[in-house]
């Protein structure tokens, strides 16, 4: 399979990306953190801080006003026992997992490209609207613990944070390929936490626009970092670039690429401020990473805390 590039793809990506490569392909790029990456990651850290890197569940979007992405109900408060001396409250939490607000890891059944999932599945062979993900689902994308490298390339540029539309470009993590080893989890700042996307804007037709205007990766990213066999590549963007800068190709090709293709995990919507203002005083920029999805058989993503360990 790995040599056979099905006729659908032969115009782009130009390639099945890691489709057939480990015996046991249900992990993808996570069968490349090894216990040599895992130790890597662990003498990584020097100075014993931890930072987390989720933002705040948003309990609001302002693009669909009507579409809450999370709610909260407090289901009991009472107080228990003979003389009421013990005091007890539950939560029901519900959150829509992708988009472009929360923090989330995808699962490979997320997204295919024309008719394709990862490893070269049929996408309706892969996920069913009733019955969830029935291959590669995110129970797949559980303790991740590796080396992760850092590029903060609002900061390199001397802006405040991309802007909606700008990309991330080969050019802006160049210096750092050389530097990245088998299992790394790759992190790039954009500073969208701090500039946002143009929230609001309509389709033709009126509709909101799931997809507004936002800095992201570049397409042509994803192969160089996939030649140096990264692990997971995160970020504070929802990864790719809105609108896409390939719109003749796909309208999200960074997860297409990542997810179908690769089998890279994608985290999104990270808040990085933190760990960007630590990095750059600290002059790191490699620290242990770490990140787990909820073991919720059959979902797509997962809403998620990761964490970096300096």
């Given at each position: 399979?790995?040599?056979?590039?099905?006729?659908?793809?032969?115009?782009?990506?130009?390639?099945?990306?890691n489709w057939g490569r480990w015996p046991d392909n249900d992990r993808g790029a996570l069968n490349l953190i090894t216990p040599e990456a895992v130790m890597r990651g662990i003498?990584?850290?020097?100075?014993g801080l931890s930072v987390p890197c989720a933002r705040p569940i948003a309990m609001t979007d302002p693009n669909r006003p009507d579409t809450p992405p999370a709610a909260h109900?407090?289901?009991?408060?009472?107080?228990?026992?003979?003389?009421?001396?013990?005091?007890?409250?539950?939560?029901?939490?519900?959150i829509r997992v992708h988009g472009m607000l929360n923090t989330h890891i995808d699962a490979f059944s997320h997204v295919g490209f024309r008719g394709f999932g990862y490893d070269?599945?049929?996408?309706?062979?892969?996920?069913?609207?009733?019955?969830?993900?029935?291959?590669?689902?995110?129970?797949?994308?559980?303790?991740?613990?590796?080396?992760?490298?850092?590029?903060?390339?609002?900061?390199?540029?001397?802006?405040?944070?991309?802007?909606?539309?700008?990309?991330?470009?080969?050019?802006?993590?160049?210096?750092?390929?050389?530097?990245?080893?088998?299992?790394?989890?790759?992190?790039?700042?954009?500073?969208?936490?701090?500039?946002?996307?143009?929230?609001?804007?309509?389709?033709?037709?009126?509709?909101?626009?799931?997809?507004?205007?936002?800095?992201?990766?570049?397409?042509?990213?994803?192969?160089?970092?996939?030649?140096?066999?990264?692990?997971?590549?995160?970020?504070?963007?929802?990864?790719?670039?809105?609108?896409?800068?390939?719109?003749?190709?796909?309208?999200?090709?960074?997860?297409?690429?990542?997810?179908?293709?690769?089998?890279?995990?994608?985290?999104?919507?990270?808040?990085?401020?933190?760990?960007?203002?630590?990095?750059?005083?600290?002059?790191?920029?490699?620290?242990?990473?770490?990140?787990?999805?909820?073991?919720?058989?059959?979902?797509?993503?997962?809403?998620?805390?990761?964490?970096?360990?300096?």
């Amino acid at each position: 399979m790995k040599n056979s590039i099905p006729e659908p793809f032969q115009a782009w990506p130009k390639h099945t990306g890691n489709w057939g490569r480990w015996p046991d392909n249900d992990r993808g790029a996570l069968n490349l953190i090894t216990p040599e990456a895992v130790m890597r990651g662990i003498r990584s850290v020097k100075l014993g801080l931890s930072v987390p890197c989720a933002r705040p569940i948003a309990m609001t979007d302002p693009n669909r006003p009507d579409t809450p992405p999370a709610a909260h109900e407090m289901v009991y408060h009472h107080a228990l026992g003979r003389e009421g001396e013990c005091n007890s409250a539950g939560d029901r939490l519900s959150i829509r997992v992708h988009g472009m607000l929360n923090t989330h890891i995808d699962a490979f059944s997320h997204v295919g490209f024309r008719g394709f999932g990862y490893d070269g599945i049929a996408f309706d062979e892969m996920v069913d609207p009733k019955q969830g993900a029935s291959r590669y689902d995110i129970t797949d994308m559980q303790g991740i613990v590796t080396r992760g490298v850092f590029v903060d390339v609002a900061r390199a540029r001397g802006v405040r944070g991309l802007e909606p539309g700008d990309c991330v470009l080969p050019q802006d993590i160049a210096a750092t390929l050389e530097r990245l080893q088998p299992g790394d989890a790759m992190l790039i700042r954009t500073g969208v936490t701090l500039t946002g996307g143009k929230v609001g804007t309509r389709k033709a037709d009126g509709s909101a626009n799931i997809h507004y205007p936002i800095a992201g990766l570049h397409a042509d990213c994803i192969d160089l970092l996939a030649s140096r066999d990264i692990s997971i590549l995160a970020s504070d963007s929802p990864s790719d670039t809105y609108p896409s800068p390939v719109p003749e190709y796909c309208e999200s090709p960074v997860h297409r690429l990542c997810l179908t293709f690769w089998g890279i995990p994608l985290v999104h919507n990270m808040d990085l401020e933190k760990l960007g203002d630590l990095c750059a005083e600290t002059g790191r920029d490699d620290f242990l990473f770490m990140v787990s999805a909820l073991n919720f058989a059959r979902a797509t993503g997962s809403p998620c805390t990761p964490v970096a360990v300096l």
